[in-house]
Each structure stands twice: as C-alpha cells, then as structure tokens.
C-alpha cells in the first residue's frame, strides 16, 4: 500500500431504508514489509477526518506475515468504527494474529450483529472468505443467509464480488466486497472478469445494490493504470 494522494469518492447509492446511513468503505490495502508507517498514520488521519456512521473494510488487510508488519497494523488500528472481514491473503498470511492485532476492529467473518442507526436497528452481517476452504475454515453460510432473509434493513461484507448472490437471494439491502482491484492494470480487466461477476463500481440486482470497492493498495507489481486505488464514502439514499 502506497496512498501518496488520499482522496476520498463520494457516492451516492439506493438503498431501500437505510437513508441517510453514511459509510466509509476501504478495501484491499495489501500492507507489506514496504508499507511505510508515515503513510498508514497519514491514511487514518485522512479517513478519521471523515464523518461517517461506520468504516467498512472488506478484507486482504495484509500481504505478508502480521508479525513482520506490527508498528503498521498498530497505527491501523487508531481507525474508528470498523467493522472487517477475511481476505484470501489475510487467510494466507495468518488471519489469527492479525485478529490479534487489530483489537479496535470488529471482526465479522460468519458474524451477525445489528447497529444502530436513527431508531433503527440495522443487520450487518459478514462472510468468511471463500478461500477459507483451503484453511479448513468454515463459511457459514447458512446461518448468515437466514440472518440477513429475517431481517428487512440489512447488510452484507465479502471480500469477493462472488458472494453476491448471497446477498440477492436474502434480499439484502446493500452488499460490500472488493478483491478485484478493479483489474489494477489494464487489460488485466478483461481477465477478472472472467473469474467475477463484476469489476467495480455500482451494480443492482433485485432489491440490492452491490458496490466494488477497486481497493486502496496494490498486488504482485506496485502499479495501477485505468483503475485507479479508492476511499469510498457511500452515502444510502
């Protein structure tokens, strides 16, 4: 992760109840060995800055081992009103410590909880990744789906755009996820598209509306072209 210029997109996004509910939506920061302290402190300072009712942050946190990058994830911590769940390079690296680290996060792999937002009660819920299988950890997917079918004003965190159906089919209101970058450098659209139901951006199916967050960091070379990193302010509408 490299955040030289923190800017932050505001959108606009229906979804039916949750009016108002603002959201600061952050997605595949891949903190490595490279990743400068100064440039974390920098990235919460700007997110903190921010008025929101909570931060969304939908997983691969890390790009390598949580104990060779602690001063970073230390500083990470400092961010306010998050909720997160797993990436498939979380799982790799080590998703048990960099639980540990991240005390001020509330983590919701397979978790079902509510907030609230003016008088209502509001379902979040989130997904393991599905890469978990690999790890031997195990996606609950029943138990979020009936989660989110019982309960009208809901939301759903994944790490890939795949698990919307998920959501779809439980009549989620509003489904978060990122993983793909946004094909980071372009052509390499094209490929991810042939493994995701989506690239970036917002999409509706039904009842929900579906937001890929293109992500603030970088996989394999630290380069983005045609896809830019994002900070995403969700405003529900």
């Given at each position: ?13 229906k ?15 891949h ?18 800055d921010?008025?929101y ?11 390598c ?31 048990k ?10 983590f ?13 009660e ?55 996820c ?8 372009f ?51």
């Open positions: 992760m490299k955040p030289t210029k923190l800017e932050i997109k505001n959108l606009k996004v979804a039916k109840n949750l009016q108002g509910l603002q959201i600061l939506h952050l997605s595949d920061l903190i490595n060995k490279k990743t400068k302290i100064e440039d974390i402190k920098k990235l919460v300072s700007f997110c903190n921010i008025e009712d909570f931060l969304a942050l939908t997983g691969d946190i890390i790009d081992k949580a104990d060779k990058i602690i001063p970073q994830l230390e500083a990470l911590n400092l961010l306010k009103k998050v909720f997160y769940i797993s990436g498939n390079h979380d799982i790799f690296y080590g998703l410590r960099l639980k540990t680290l991240l005390t001020n996060f509330t919701l792999d397979n978790k079902t909880i509510f907030i609230k937002y003016q008088n209502k509001i379902a979040l819920a989130g997904i393991s990744d599905r890469f978990s299988k690999f790890f031997k950890i195990q996606r609950e997917e029943k138990k979020v789906f009936e989660f989110l079918k019982n309960n009208e004003d809901s939301i759903l965190l994944a790490h890939q755009p795949k698990d919307y159906s998920l959501a779809v089919n439980s009549n989620t209101k509003l489904f978060l990122g993983h793909t970058h946004g094909g980071q450098i052509p390499f659209h094209y490929f991810v598209k042939l493994f995701q139901p989506f690239l970036a951006g917002i999409f509706y199916k039904k009842n929900t509306c579906i937001y890929v967050n293109k992500g603030l960091g970088t996989w394999g070379i630290d380069f983005r072209y045609k896809a830019d990193s994002e900070i995403t302010l969700l405003k529900l509408c």
